[in-house]
């Protein structure tokens, strides 16, 4: 059974340029539409659904949540859905915004 990685959010950052990865915030409605990574999927228990049709499983997905503990536990659910490539993103967006002011 396949689990999750960490990564740090200059790696994601630097992966996500260099390579088709799927970014996905687990955040709360009011904090993601009010702040978010680019081409990030909004994922909560309405979207999985979707995010299951829409992302290949061998994509590789980078979960980010407010500070990197959330997103553990969604990570490992996603490797268990058969994800093969899951992330969790060191830190959520507290360290993304810090490494990435403006985006």
């Known amino acids: 059974m ?13 992966r996500s340029i260099k390579e088709k990865v799927q ?16 081409d990030s999927f909004h994922l909560s228990d309405a979207t999985l659904a ?3 049709k829409k992302v290949d499983l061998n994509t590789p997905v980078f979960v980010i949540c407010y500070h990197g503990n959330s ?5 490992q ?3 268990d859905q058969g994800y093969l490539d899951v992330y ?3 830190g959520g967006m507290a360290s993304w915004r810090l490494v990435h002011p403006h985006g």
């Open 88 to 90: 969790s993103v060191e």
């Open 71 to 75: 997103s553990k536990g969604v990570a």
């Open 77 to 79: 659910y996603l490797c």
């Open 2 to 14: 396949p689990t999750f990685q960490i990564i740090n959010a200059y790696d994601a950052k630097q």
């Open 23 to 38: 970014m996905v915030d687990i955040r709360d409605d009011h904090a993601y539409k009010s702040d978010h990574i680019e």
């Open 50 to 52: 979707q995010f299951m």
